[in-house]
């Protein structure tokens, strides 16, 4: 069977961040049917390590940050946008660190990328390893309410465990260098 094709977009919604359209499409089995669709514009997170690698149990780095949507504060990753159409993923991922923890990468290592929701998004999250870390300049946005806190990866990973980190792209940026990067 073939992949499934867009017949029709009709929009709903264009936002600073999300666009809502509700999309006719023909499914791999030959029905149509609307599904609505959420397109975003990806975005990079990045895993800031602060010791010298390899270690056993390497300080990190996570940002704890106010979320509405979220119910209010959450541990998580850096990560953002790109600032334009285009931006490389590693660009992006290189400018949110500094903006949101004030600090630049010496190394960056790209993980791996991840497809947030997509029973009704397009968004996909690339994921970044930082290591090498040198003070830059913070530049937080007008809606950014942040404080860093640094902790160990057993840390980080026992707050996944005990449900203190929900987030999924820094619960996945977590495991996954915990796994395949750090000899975990």
Known sequence: ME?????ESTPVHSGRIVNLSL????????????????RHSGASAVLPILDPLPHPDPRILLIHQYRYAGGGYLY????????????????????ELEEETGYTAGKLVPLTSI???????????????ATDLQPGQCARDEDEFISLVEVRLSEALAMIGDGRIPDAKTICTLLYASRYCLGG
């Open 76 to 95: 998580e990753v850096p990560a953002g946008r790109p600032n334009q159409t285009g931006e490389p993923w590693e660009e992006c991922a290189r400018r």
């Open 23 to 38: 999309d006719r499409v023909r499914f791999p089995d030959g029905s149509v049917g609307t599904l609505e669709m959420i």
């Open 3 to 7: 992949e499934g094709t867009l017949l």
């Open 115 to 129: 497809l947030t929701t997509p029973g009704f998004t397009d968004e996909r999250i690339h994921l970044f390893l």
